[in-house]
């Protein structure tokens, strides 16, 4: 319990760190802005010539685009600053003043930074999402909304667990802003339903990059598509990536040499 509220408190502090900055909250008012406009003239131009898209229809595919864009400013407000932040501190061998702290390591390296004004995208998001299921045919049910919580959850923590296992790799390639950013690029595959790639590339944004489980997973237990075998694997891959990324996180550490070294 001491860990959850150290982290508490150091995500208290991000917060109000980030309020000192509110124009930023515009800025990232209107780069949300031009991110749903883009989505939705692309996606309206698709469906000038199509009914269904690998059988999501125009109302499912926006739902899909509210999980992508909902999940992406949940990934810009608390892991992307955060994993920066490392990087950063791992380059200029302050990581120390994290590792020095009686509490886990993991935990305050995860907490310390808050993007708030990119909660604007997650609103952004929910919105998108709402007005796509609002044309969806078939109803929602309990279980629906009870696979699609699980999902986004998993969807969360695998991305969270490819983020720190990429940022982890600073302990030895001293900089990995290239990679991270590639993964901004790839991210905007989730905009689709994976089953419109080709195999190779479907693996890829499901296993490789977990775009996959992260934002079709959830979409598809809002539309009915999920099958329980899907999600009960998509848990245990969940499961399994973060134990790697936690041995993979003390691995790394032992590769560390900071200012204190």
């Not at 501190?89 to 708030?116: C, F, H, N, W």
């Not at 030895?172 to 802003?177: A, L, P, Y």
């Amino acid at each position: 319990m001491s860990s959850l509220r150290v982290g508490w408190l150091f995500l208290r502090m991000g917060v109000i760190n980030e309020l000192q900055y509110r124009v930023n909250f515009f800025v990232q008012l209107l780069q949300s802005l031009i991110q749903v406009g883009t989505a939705l003239v692309m996606l309206e131009l698709v469906y000038s010539h199509t009914n269904a898209l690998n059988g999501w229809t125009q109302p499912e595919l926006l739902s899909l685009i509210g999980v992508q864009v909902l999940l992406g400013g949940f990934i810009h407000t608390f892991i992307q600053p955060n994993m920066q932040q490392l990087m950063q501190d791992v380059q200029q061998g302050t990581l120390d003043y994290a590792l020095t702290k009686p509490e886990d390591a993991q935990l305050l390296i995860s907490v310390r930074m808050v993007r708030i004004w990119q909660v604007v995208e997650i609103v952004s998001g929910v919105i998108l999402l709402f007005v796509g299921l609002a044309g969806v045919e078939n109803s929602i049910g309990v279980g629906d909304a009870i696979a699609f919580g699980i999902a986004l959850l998993i969807g969360g923590v695998l991305v969270y667990c490819f983020w720190l296992v990429m940022t982890t790799g600073a302990f030895w390639v001293v900089r990995m802003e290239n990679v991270l950013e590639l993964f901004e690029g790839i991210y905007q595959t989730g905009r689709w339903p994976v089953t419109v790639y080709p195999g190779w590339l479907r693996y890829s944004v499901t296993f490789l990059v977990p775009i996959g489980f992260a934002v079709t997973v959830p979409a598809e237990a809002l539309t009915s598509r999920l099958q329980w075998p899907t999600l009960v694997f998509a848990l245990g891959f969940g499961c399994a990536a973060f134990a790697f990324t936690r041995w993979f996180w003390h691995f790394g550490l032992r590769h560390y040499s900071g200012a204190s070294a």
